[in-house]
């Protein structure tokens, strides 16, 4: 059964920093691209970081410096954690990954993700 639980959203200070959490099942976290994307009301699904199976990550310009993005190889999870948020990093964050097979060469389509979390909101004030 193919799952990501997403956890560790919640509302901060601009300037302040939250770490989102994604529990994967071990066959996604060994294969293909996993990457976190955000969605704001009234604006399109954007991808904000990815990491390939061997921990490359790629960043959105608009986190570049701020976000950086992790796996546990132990407790199977990946991580975002995000320093100097700002207003308009509030959003509905997801976890994704490609499943076997995929890359991040196009990390910031959601239509190379197969599988997404319920997603964890984020909100800066």
């Known amino acids: 059964h193919v799952q990501l639980v997403e956890s560790g959203g919640g509302s901060v200070q601009a300037g302040g920093s939250l770490r989102l959490s994604c529990a994967a099942s071990?066959?996604?976290?060994?294969?293909?691209?996993m990457g976190w994307f955000r969605q704001a009301p009234g604006k399109e699904r954007e991808g904000v970081a990815a990491?390939?199976?061997?921990?490359?990550?790629s960043y959105a310009e608009s986190v570049k410096g701020r976000f950086t993005i992790s796996k546990d190889y132990v407790k199977n999870t990946l991580y975002l954690h995000m320093t100097n948020l700002k207003p308009e990093d509030s959003a509905l964050y997801y976890c994704?990954?490609?499943?076997?097979?995929?890359?991040?060469?196009?990390?910031?389509?959601?239509?190379?993700?197969?599988?997404w979390g319920q997603g964890t909101q984020v909100t800066v004030s």
């Open positions: 994704a990954a490609t499943g076997d097979g995929g890359s991040c060469r196009n990390y910031e389509s959601p239509r190379e993700f197969s599988y």
């Open positions: 071990r066959y996604m976290y060994d294969n293909g691209c």
């Open positions: 990491i390939e199976s061997d921990g490359n990550p």
